[in-house]
């Protein structure tokens, strides 16, 4: 890769991120000092991903909801994700603007990455996205949205589509920037 010592960040890949990422030449190297800590293979599995993912929602079922983040995350389809792929999507996910979030929005509902979504992805991703849910939160969700395909169905109202048609990744977005609630509709963040 390019290393001029072993165990360090390869000169190619810091250059792209600095250029791709908001992250400084700094954090990229802080993020990569920690990556190869708890990664030493340099890559993620699907497996440590799901196990690090049900971390951040302990009381929930955080792996259908993981496997779907780590299929979007998992660029070249290798199944694991190599540090590049993790800062990339730590990017999108946490610094990137609203168009490249969306962007990767789009792929994570895009199952089967055929470039298109359909009603079946939108309600299977809102299925993975309920298990995220405490149930006292489900309690709380308003009548046209408090089951994953309620959910679904208001998503898919959105994009003016009926049940058997598909959405290209610019209806895609523009879809969910013309609809304030569409947003809120596509993701769960606790205490929200």
Same mark, same amino acid.
């Given at each position: 890769m390019g290393n001029s010592k072993?165990?360090?960040?390869?000169? @190619?890949?810091l250059e792209d991120l600095k250029l791709n990422t908001k992250f400084s030449e700094t954090e990229i190297v802080q993020w990569y000092e920690n990556f190869?800590? %708890?990664?030493?293979?340099?890559?993620?599995?699907? @497996?440590? =991903? %799901?196990?690090?993912?049900s971390k951040f929602f302990p009381e929930c079922e955080a792996n259908s909801y993981a496997q779907h983040v780590f299929r979007s995350f998992d660029q070249n389809d290798d199944g694991t994700l190599d540090f590049k792929e993790y800062i990339v999507a730590l990017h999108l996910t946490s610094t990137g603007?609203?168009?490249?979030? $969306? @962007? *990767?929005? =789009?792929? $994570? =509902?895009d199952v089967d990455k055929n470039g298109y979504i359909t009603k079946s992805e939108v309600t299977e991703i809102c299925t993975a996205i309920f298990k995220l849910i405490p149930k006292d939160d489900v309690d709380n969700l308003a009548d046209d949205e408090n089951t994953? @395909?309620?959910?679904?169905?208001?998503? *898919?109202h959105f994009f003016e589509k009926g049940d058997n048609d598909r959405v290209a990744e610019g209806e895609f977005i523009q879809g969910v920037m013309e609809n304030e609630g569409a947003i809120r509709l596509i993701q769960y963040e606790p205490g929200k």
């Open positions: 072993s165990g360090a960040v390869s000169k @190619e890949i190869k800590k %708890q990664c030493p293979t340099g890559r993620i599995s699907k @497996e440590e =991903f %799901q196990t690090i993912y603007k609203t168009d490249r979030k $969306l @962007e *990767w929005a =789009f792929s $994570l =509902f994953p @395909e309620k959910r679904a169905d208001k998503l *898919w």
